[in-house]
């Protein structure tokens, strides 16, 4: 599934081509790519008809586009599932097979969503004022990302050591720290040589605090290569992949050496997926709750 650095990549993307243009014409094309909309596909095609994209912003691993016209204003929430790609394409050119949406933009291009398995889908909401910024009302309730002016580590730092719970598991809760995925968990658990199931109140302070801080740098790094792409499904508006998996130095590299002293990396069982780290950089807790620096 996308994360923060994958999903901010189709982001600017987007946002370069779709800013100040007119919606002509919506067209959707499966229902389940709009089943989490009340009023189904009908209702948001007439909506988005006629509007103005007016940006697209971000938060975490959500992405929504800003369009209004003098009487409405709406985000329009994309969530990409496991298989959601939103590219720009011109109008008239072959649809791709799993087309699920098509907005005509009057420059003669098309927004399309396209979605393999169908666990995306797009949804109009109201956005709300939450102080720092508005936001749509279904993304309320998600954390800063460490990306926003509003993101405040040391409130993150708090937040992780009042929970008693396995590290990985706290820094995937996006009400903690919102756009952290199970990728850029592990890169940031190698970097901070902290093993996934170390006990959150055995973590001193300063070591959750750096953390937060390598949580915030392998995601900006892999922001500035166009994200991870492991096959043709990740990929940004124009349909080019990422190059971070290139710089991984813990997702998906079972047996291969650790790239800081050469221990073959582990992959164990987690939460449905997989968890990759070194057992000599980042060694197992016992089964008693531990406690370290």
């Not at 996308?2 to 014409?25: F, M, N, S, Y």
């Not at 279904?138 to 040391?154: C, K, L, M, Y």
């Not at 890169?187 to 605090?209: F, N, P, V, Y």
Request: glycine content about 10%; charged content about 30%.
């Amino acid at each position: 599934m996308p994360e923060l650095p994958e999903v901010e990549t189709i982001r600017r993307g987007l946002a370069v081509h779709l800013a100040g243009r007119t919606v002509r014409d919506v067209e959707v094309l499966h229902p389940r790519a709009v089943r989490r909309h009340v009023g189904g596909g009908v209702d948001l095609a007439s909506r988005l008809r006629g509007k103005h994209f007016d940006g697209v912003e971000r938060r975490g691993k959500y992405m929504w586009l800003l369009a209004s016209d003098p009487a409405d204003e709406v985000a329009a929430v994309v969530h990409l599932g496991m298989s959601g790609q939103m590219l720009i394409a011109e109008q008239g050119s072959d649809d791709p097979i799993h087309l699920r949406i098509r907005a005509v933009l009057d420059d003669g291009h098309e927004l399309r969503f396209v979605d393999q398995r169908t666990f995306g889908g797009w949804l109009l909401d109201d956005l709300v004022d939450t102080g720092a910024r508005k936001l749509p009302e279904s993304v309320a309730h998600i954390a800063a990302d460490p990306f926003e002016e509003s993101f405040d580590r040391d409130a993150v730092v708090s937040a992780l050591r009042r929970r008693d719970t396995e590290i990985k598991r706290a820094i995937l809760d996006q009400t903690v720290i919102s756009g952290v995925g199970n990728i850029y968990a592990d890169e940031s658990l190698w970097r901070a040589q902290l093993h996934g199931r170390r006990r959150t109140k055995g973590i001193s302070r300063a070591k959750l605090g750096e953390l937060v801080d390598h949580i915030t740098d392998v995601m900006g790094e892999a922001i500035k290569v166009g994200g991870t792409s492991f096959d043709d499904l990740y990929v940004n508006v124009n349909g080019q992949s990422g190059y971070f998996e290139r710089s991984l130095n813990a997702y998906g590299r079972e047996a291969l050496p650790c790239r800081r002293c050469e221990t073959p990396m582990v992959r164990e069982a987690f939460m449905n997926r997989s968890s990759f780290f070194c057992p000599t950089c980042q060694r197992v807790p016992s089964t008693r709750r531990s406690t370290g620096k």
